[in-house]
C-alpha cells in the first residue's frame, strides 16, 4: 500500500555512497527529502541530482537532509556521483542509497509498474521532523522534477508548521500567507502583530510572519 500524507515514513538501514546509515539516526530532528531516480548514469538524472547538489546550501538553511535513492549499485553510484560533480560543476554532499534489492524503493512504493517494471519513478517524500510525511510529488521517468518548487514547497511546509499559516497558489517567500479560519479576527490580530488583511470572512491574509 502507497504512502499518504500524515502516515509515518517508515526506517530503513540501507548502503549508500556515505557508507551505511539508518534512516532515522540520519535524518535526526531534521526534515528530510527522500528523492528517487530512474537510474544512474542517465541525462535527466544527472541534471536533477546536480541541481540538488548546487542547492545543498539551500537545504542545509532550512535544516533538511536529503537522500537519494535507485535500484543501482554502490559502485555505478559512485561512478556516476564523480560524473554529476563534474558536469553540474559541484559535489555531492549527500548519500545515494544503493537499492539494488529494491527495499526501499518497494517501502516507499516507488515502483510503479505500469511505468517500468524495474526501475523508480521519480518521487519526492518530504519528511517532517515528527518523521511524518508531509509532501509527496510522483513524476515520470521522462520529466525532470522542479527543485525550486521543491524548496519552495519546504519553505511553506515549514512556516505553516510553526505559524499554524496556509500558503495562497503561487506563494513565494516573502509574501502574504494566509490565517486559520479556526481563529476569529481578535486571535487573528493578536497571533499577527504585523496586521490581517480580510478579503472574506474565510480569507484572510497576513505578512509572512518570520519575514523581515
Ligand atoms: C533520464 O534520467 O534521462 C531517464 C532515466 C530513465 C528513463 C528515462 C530517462
Known amino acids: ?14 548502503v549508500t555512497t556515505l557508507g551505511e546509515i539508518d534512516f532515522y539516526n540520519y535524518l535526526g530532528d531534521k526534515w528530510g527529502v527522500l528523492l528517487s531516480h530512474p537510474g544512474d548514469f542517465t541525462p535527466v538524472c544527472t541534471t536533477e541530482i546536480g541541481r540538488t547538489a548546487q542547492l545543498s546550501e539551500e537545504f542545509k538553511k532550512r535544516n533538511t537532509k536529503v537522500l537519494v ?24 554532499d ?29 518521487s519526492v517524500f518530504i519528511i517532517g521532523p515528527d518523521k511524518k510525511i508531509k509532501l509527496v510529488l510522483t513524476y515520470p521517468a521522462a520529466i525532470g522534477r522542479n527543485f525550486q518548487e521543491i524548496i519552495r514547497a519546504l519553505d511553506a511546509l515549514q512556516l505553516s508548521s510553526e505559524f499554524g499559516i496556509s500558503t495562497p497558489v503561487d506563494w513565494k517567500k516573502g509574501e502574504e500567507v494566509i490565517v486559520a479560519n479556526s481563529l476569529s479576527d481578535t486571535e487573528a490580530k493578536k497571533k499577527f502583530p504585523k496586521g490581517v488583511r480580510v478579503v472574506k470572512s474565510y480569507l484572510r491574509y497576513t505578512p509572512q510572519p518570520d519575514f523581515e
Open 69 to 92: 535513492v535507485s535500484v543501482d549499485s554502490l559502485e555505478d553510484h559512485n561512478g556516476w556521483v564523480k560524473d554529476i560533480n563534474e558536469v553540474a560543476n559541484t559535489v555531492v
Open 1 to 14: 500500500m502507497s504512502l499518504r500524507l500524515g502516515d509515518t515514513a517508515p526506517n530503513f538501514k540501507a
Open 94 to 122: 549527500f548519500p545515494l542509497i544503493a537499492d539494488k534489492s529494491r527495499a526501499v524503493s518497494e517501502l516507499y512504493d516507488m515502483i510503479h509498474p505500469n511505468a517500468s517494471a524495474t526501475a523508480t519513478v521519480r
